[in-house]
């Protein structure tokens, strides 16, 4: 038995909860409740306030997707994550790295913008997260919303307007990427490797804007991402500004 803290609107959540899936593991799941996250990992024991985060059952923690695709590889072998052949590996790692760098927190950033001022984008983390006192955060959530869009990323940017008008300049490129890494072979799909699971999860979420809908769709990589992610939990209603989405795929 493994223990997953996840958000269901997290695609790096959906990712893990895929390679454990992709294992045959036993798991149980535990809901965190959106922007609480800092606090309640802390309080089972985790270093860092940040989901996904795995518990095995010897009491063993670990935190992000990367790593813990590597833990699951280490306890169940089979099937790999990781090809056995170095090079094929280096690829899946550096386009793994790529997915969760560079890709990773764009919908993220995205979701977080458009959550300051809609309401229906927090009454979309709402309805998929069945935990106590949900709804009383959506309503009031304003605050904690505003300092996590302050919150500067790894890769430099915050959930401002000049940060997602230059997420959604750079999807497009970012999206041809991933089609090529299909193309090449680097993301497989049966089964679907650390890099697949990672970065197809973070174009589900893209799926998962209206706004965006079109635009992703008409990539190579909309199907696969649907495919290996059929259950992801609803659509962001619009709230970007028609000129701020490129028209072009």
């Keep these: 038995m493994v223990t997953l803290y996840w958000m269901s609107i997290s695609h790096p959540s959906q990712a893990v909860r895929k390679m454990l899936e992709l294992k045959d593991a036993d798991v149980r799941l535990v809901n965190v409740l959106p922007l609480s996250q800092r606090v309640h990992l802390r309080l089972v024991g985790f ?7 795995l518990k095995f059952d010897d009491g063993t923690r670990v935190q992000g997707s990367r790593q813990i695709a590597r833990a699951l590889d280490e306890r ?7 090809p056995s052949d170095p090079a094929a590996r280096a690829r899946v790692e550096e386009a793994e790295r790529w997915g969760e760098q560079e890709l990773q927190p764009v919908p993220r950033r995205i979701a977080r913008h458009g959550a300051v001022d809609n309401m229906g984008v ?12 949900v709804q009383l955060l959506v309503r009031t959530s ?13 890769d430099g940017r915050r959930a401002n307007e000049a940060g997602v008008k230059a997420d959604l300049a750079a999807l497009p490129q970012l999206l041809n990427r ?3 890494l299909l193309d090449d072979g680097t993301l497989t799909l049966d089964p679907p490797n650390a890099a697949t699971v990672q970065i197809l999860s973070s174009v589900r979420m893209l799926l998962a804007f209206d706004d965006l809908h079109d635009l992703v769709g ?3 990589c909309a199907r696969p991402a649907r495919e290996v992610f059929p259950d ?4 962001l209603p619009r709230f ?3 000129d701020w989405v490129p028209t072009q795929p």
């Design 47 to 53: 270093r860092a306030g940040t989901v996904p985060a």
């Design 76 to 82: 169940w072998p089979k099937p790999p994550l990781f």
């Design 122 to 133: 927090r009454e979309w983390a709402g309805a998929a997260t069945p935990v106590p006192g």
């Design 142 to 154: 304003g605050p904690l919303i505003r300092y996590y869009g302050r919150t500067r990323e790894a």
């Design 178 to 180: 991933v089609d090529a």
């Design 218 to 220: 008409a990539h190579a």
């Design 232 to 235: 992801y939990p609803g659509t």
């Design 240 to 242: 970007l500004p028609p």
